[in-house]
């Protein structure tokens, strides 16, 4: 999924790895050659394994969160690796950008100084929403990660705002996480953004339940659609 913004002409892409191994690695190497800023979510990587995102590219760096340590501390291991949030920035950018702590491994957020001072500053976010399993405690949990990035916007006031990432929800009304992220959107002055093609129809696929879903999305500072007054933002892939 990739997206072009028309006021600094930085473009993103985003994408949920499944996993960081050779096969995603070699597919990242081919897609961002065009690109400025990654979005990466799921890597299933430690703050030690981590450096495998430097195997993407030499010219990028890389930012992540990972979901990892906690576990790993335990000393109890089992089952597969999860969650994790980076972003890759290009390294052109490196010196333009800083960290902004989340405390979440759900939320990598970065924030690009624009070197022209007419521009605003841009604060970006890599999201892993909780997966919509409809239970008290989901709810609970998606509702808590938006809290996170809405205190991101509260402590960052006068930037503009890029998120992207797995939302594990549809863009509609008909959930209580839908409804939720409507409504940071329309608290923030956020486009929740709609791919260009009609053509694009799902993001997620189970094949086996031919159960095919549009659950990762772009959210952004309402100026910085080329399309004035509409949610569309560019090409997604």
Known sequence: MAVLSKLTRLRFLSLNCHGINDSIISYLRRIIVGYDIVLLQ????????????????????????????????????????????AILVRQCFASSISVLPCNNPRITAIKFCCSNREQQNIVICSVYMPYNDRSVDQIVEYNSTIGIIQALIDSNLGCLFVIGGDFNVARDRYSATGEAVWTFCNHNDLLWLEPESDDIRFTFHNDANLHFSLID??????????YQGSPYFGRWR
């Open 42 to 85: 799921e890597t299933w990587l430690s703050e030690f394994s981590c450096k495998r995102l430097a195997d993407i590219s030499p010219d990028f760096v890389f930012f992540h969160s990972s979901a990892m340590e906690e576990k790993l501390c335990s000393g109890i291991l089992s089952g597969r690796p999860f969650g994790g949030t």
């Open 217 to 226: 999305h772009f959210l952004c500072s309402s100026c910085l659609s080329p």
